[in-house]
């Protein structure tokens, strides 16, 4: 599950890709600092209503807008990561494959370890 921060980050950084603008140029509009600015976008510094407030005032949209979930989410699995865009049938049936492996995989590990579990001597 995606945290609010970084839902917030990302829709940030979606809207100063939209207008074309720098993190540098947010961060003088706000009274901060680049690294702040940094932090702020990279998860290490959260961000309070009265910096979600300037930011939402410098796109010149809802503070809303700027923690909305996007409906459509970004896939973000690890396999699809590493592979990049799937352009073949071919290759995303593939990468189905390899999602359906790993699956099985870390299942068989979760049955063994719980098995494992069961199989030691209860304590009365």
């Known amino acids: 599950m995606v945290g609010m ?10 809207l100063l890709k939209q207008n074309g603008k720098k993190q540098n140029e947010l961060a003088e509009a706000l009274g901060i600092s680049k690294q702040v600015m940094s932090n702020m976008l990279s998860g290490s510094r959260m961000i309070n209503a009265i910096e979600l407030h300037q930011m ?57 370890s719980n098995a494992e579990e069961l199989d030691k001597a209860w304590e009365a």
Do not use: C, Q, W
């Open 5 to 14: 921060n970084t839902v917030i980050s990302n829709n940030i950084l979606m």
């Open 56 to 112: 939402a005032d410098f796109f010149h949209v809802t503070m809303e807008s700027l923690i909305k979930t996007p409906s459509a989410a970004k896939d973000v699995n690890a396999v699809h990561a590493f592979m990049g865009e799937v352009k073949t049938p071919a290759a995303r049936r593939s990468l189905e494959i390899a999602d359906e492996m790993a699956d099985m995989v870390l299942f068989y590990a979760r049955v063994r």
